[in-house]
């Protein structure tokens, strides 16, 4: 039997549910305290954040996947 709303259920987690994956984020940028920043408030809203601080980085990350 399901709960209630709110109750036991996953809500209050935030928008990503805990039984799935998370969203994955790839962020790529050249200014250090931009991209910790964003990759940050990403992370918040339940997504897997990969950051890069290069452009060949952040290809060799989508390379990897």
Do not use: C, N, Y
């Amino acid at each position: 039997m399901d709960a209630p709303h709110g109750q036991g259920d996953d809500s209050a987690a935030g928008p990503v549910s805990k039984r799935m994956a998370p969203p994955r984020a790839l962020i790529a940028d050249d200014d250090p305290d931009f991209l910790l920043g964003l990759a940050e408030v990403v992370k918040r809203e339940g997504f897997a954040v990969t950051s890069a601080d290069t452009l060949k980085q952040a290809r060799e990350e989508l390379a990897a996947r």
